[in-house]
């Protein structure tokens, strides 16, 4: 009989050991489990295991986790559930380095918060300040803002204040503070109530994070899921090593030797992002850029024609590089390198995401030699060589050749076309400068 009830008892162990944890099992109430499932989010990730039950607890969070693990969720639904308990508007602030990000963000909040009719407002620069001022009239119960903009309005718009506030999120804080938001961030720190909830979700713990950390959070939880610098083991990595001046070429044989496949290719500055996307459409390629100078309308319709799968090249800066959230890249391709090591981890990271596999390649000219050696120093691995066949490359010199001359034409037209508008508008024009040269001369002549 003893033996029996022993036997059941290690079998009833083993089941409990067996349990998958589930969002209920977290204590997620089931109006919020029925979102995350209309999500597809069929279990929790990593961080959200570890972080949630703590932010339920009431405690302050620390969250170190790589990009792509599921950081906004292991936020959102703490809040989410604290706001079904304590209806409130101007609930929660979200803070985020870039505008994609604070959209993205503000999609997650209102999918998982959907059944219980949660406002939200994306206050960041590039709108106008009147259109988010009306949204902030209406007192939404989560902001996700930019810091600079948010600041504006803080400063100039009458009857909005956060004196209420019950979480503030600080997401990529590590990147909000190497963007030089320090001030900005400090300004919002002093307006928002100290007897609040803090959540500091960040891919590295560096020095400004401590300072942030010691300045905003009241003994918080630390959770860290992946303490050192690494890359997905299902993602394949290459380096060509090539002439800085062939570069177009290579990039344009790649493309047709993986055609089919979906693209981000990052550069490093807005106008090579643009002269590299001009080139590629000359070439008969679907291809949108993605960089810092373009308006916010137009960010967002590159973005949503490549999520959408309407192009398959997404041609970017380092704008790209983290947060956002493009489930389907197959291929990432660094045309010039990153100057900071870390950034190729957020590069690459684009791709190869929730469990699936992908490629990247990173271009090596004669010039990059000592970045390319830091970043193999950082992920501890040597890179392999994407095999090319230096022939087939060549031959398609003369086509890249007259696509790079159509596309700096575009390219000096555009910026022509910018100056001429930009006289327009100060009433400028040739005529009016020469009307202005005579009434000088008659001045003199008196």
């Known amino acids: 009989m003893e ?15 067996e349990t998958p944890v589930t969002f209920k099992s977290l204590g997620i109430v089931d109006v919020l489990c029925e979102a995350c499932e209309q999500l597809k ?10 972080s949630i039950p703590v932010a339920l607890d009431g405690k302050d969070v620390i969250g170190l986790a790589e990009t792509g693990s599921g950081k906004t969720g292991s936020f959102a639904l703490p809040i989410l559930q604290s706001l079904l308990d304590t209806p409130q508007r101007l609930f929660a602030l979200v803070l985020t380095p870039t505008r994609e990000l604070a959209f993205q963000i503000s999609e997650q909040f209102e999918a998982l918060g959907a059944g219980i009719g949660v406002k939200t407002a994306v206050v960041v620069g590039g709108i106008d300040m009147m259109t988010q001022a009306l949204m902030l009239a209406k007192k939404p119960h989560v902001i996700i803002a930019t810091p600079g903009r948010l600041v504006d309005h803080l400063e100039n718009t ?6 209420n506030l019950k979480y503030l999120v600080m997401d990529e804080a590590d990147r909000i503070l190497n963007m030089d938001f320090e001030q900005e961030v400090d300004k919002i720190l002093k307006v928002i109530p100290r ?15 401590q300072k942030l950390q010691r300045a905003s959070l009241r003994n918080p939880v630390k959770v860290e899921v992946s303490s050192k610098y690494q890359t997905v083991e299902k993602l394949q990595q290459f380096y060509i090593f090539l002439p800085v001046k062939y570069k177009d070429v290579y990039l344009v044989y790649i493309l047709n030797e993986l055609a089919g496949n979906s693209f981000i290719i990052f550069c490093s500055t807005c106008a090579n992002t643009q002269r590299v996307a001009l080139m590629l459409r000359n070439l008969g390629m679907t291809a949108v850029p993605l960089h810092g100078q373009m308006s916010q309308t137009k960010r967002l319709g590159a973005l949503n024609k490549f999520k959408s799968k309407n192009r398959s090249i997404l041609i970017a800066t380092d704008v790209a590089s983290r947060g956002l959230d493009i489930p389907h890249v197959d291929v990432v391709i660094n045309l010039d390198i990153p100057t900071h090591s870390k950034d190729y981890i957020h ?3 684009r791709t190869a995401r929730a469990g699936r596999s992908g490629k990247s390649i990173t271009f090596v000219s004669q010039y990059d030699v000592e970045l390319y050696q830091r970043i193999e120093h950082l992920i ?7 095999k090319t066949e230096e022939e087939e490359v060549m031959m398609l010199m003369e086509r890249v050749s007259e696509a790079q001359r159509h596309a700096k034409m575009e390219m000096n037209d555009t910026t022509d076309g910018k100056k001429k508008k930009r006289h327009r508008d100060e009433g400028d024009t040739e005529e009016s400068r020469g009307v202005r040269k005579k009434m000088k001369m008659k001045k003199k002549g008196r």
């Not at 033996?3 to 050991?17: H, P, R």
């Not at 989010?41 to 570890?50: G, N, R, S, V, Y």
């Open 41 to 50: 989010w069929k279990a929790p990730t990593l961080i959200q295991k570890e």
């Open 347 to 349: 590069r690459v990271g």
């Open 158 to 163: 009458k009857g909005f204040n956060l004196r």
């Open 195 to 209: 007897e609040r909830n803090t959540y500091l979700y960040s891919a590295t713990m560096t020095k400004k994070v």
């Open 380 to 386: 501890n691995k040597k890179l392999p060589l994407y």
């Open 3 to 17: 033996e029996e009830e022993a036997n059941n008892l290690s079998s009833a162990e083993e089941a409990t050991e």
